[in-house]
């Protein structure tokens, strides 16, 4: 079994000596850095780390270490996360009829790929209650239509809540989220069937194939307010020609689909991702 590590995001203006400072107070503490990455927007003047480490003889205990690093960050005068990599959280997936981006998921935590835990699956079709049934995870189908669609959401935030889950998954939900909804529930990943930001919304592959493109694409990112204009996290392509037709785009885009949003959910998991002005810096 791997040993467990720190890991430590930290964004702060930026400045000489930073990466000095942040190494020399880990290892003032004795700990073994794994990795160590940085990053510096000198256009905005930011600075932002990623610096992982052994728990295992760090000077600091464990349950004292989160105070310990945001004073770090206040010192810095920062913002900080600290994470632990054998902390898996309960992470709860959205979906809708279509099952390749699900059952992929599901699979991938089965087979201990994904460090996280599905304690149910949310959808507004009955159709993947089998498919969740084969894989031993709780399934709730909750219909949803314009009109019961507070209700249906304040039931959802319940679940999410009795469950204490950290993170939404839509794989393929294919329900617009509310405002009122993510301010109340911030943390969710998106997967949107186009190479954003081109073809937002809906029938991106159906436009696509009316725009003659080459390349079409999935795009995993962090659901905002605006439709498909979160944060990105992972982008995959593959190349299309004139002899495809749209049900051709859609098969092979089912692939990017899958492969973007298990590659953006390990880049989350493992804390790579930081999100600052509205884009992300993704230390991979």
């Known amino acids: 079994m791997t040993a467990?590590?720190?890991?430590?995001?930290l964004i702060c203006a930026d400045r000489p000596g930073l990466v000095s400072e942040l190494a020399g107070w880990v290892a003032a503490n004795g700990g073994n850095i794994r990795h160590a990455d940085h990053h510096t927007d000198a256009g905005a003047g930011v600075f932002l780390s990623r610096i992982e480490w052994e728990l295992e003889g760090f000077g600091i205990p464990r349950q004292a270490l989160p105070a310990a690093a945001q004073a770090l960050a206040e010192r810095l005068s920062g913002q900080a996360q600290l994470h632990f990599s054998d902390a898996w959280p309960k992470v709860a997936i959205f979906a809708s009829k279509q099952s390749h981006c699900l059952v992929d998921l599901l699979w991938r935590v089965q087979s201990g790929e994904l460090p996280m835990k599905v304690p149910l699956v949310i959808a507004n079709h009955p159709d993947l209650e089998s498919l969740c049934a084969g894989f031993g995870v709780r399934f709730v189908c909750i219909p949803s239509s314009k009109e019961n669609k507070p209700e249906v959401e304040k039931r959802i935030l319940g679940l999410l809540e009795d469950n204490q889950i950290e993170l939404?998954?839509?794989a393929k939900y294919m329900q617009v989220l509310s405002a009122d909804f993510l301010a109340r529930f911030p943390d969710v990943i998106n997967i949107h069937h186009s190479f954003l930001p081109a073809f937002k919304g809906a029938q991106p592959y159906q436009r696509a194939w009316d725009r003659g493109v080459k390349l079409i694409g999935a795009t995993a990112h962090y659901v905002t307010e605006e439709l498909d204009d979160g944060p990105i996290i992972e982008q995959t392509t593959v190349p299309v020609s004139h002899r495809d037709e749209v049900a051709d785009l859609i098969r092979k885009g089912r692939d990017t689909e899958r492969m973007a949003l298990a590659r953006a959910l390990r880049l989350h998991?493992?804390?790579?991702?930081?999100?600052y002005r509205g884009r992300t810096a993704v230390f991979a």
């Open 269 to 275: 998991l493992q804390r790579q991702v930081i999100v």
């Open 4 to 9: 467990a590590t720190v890991i430590l995001q």
């Open 168 to 170: 939404a998954v839509l």
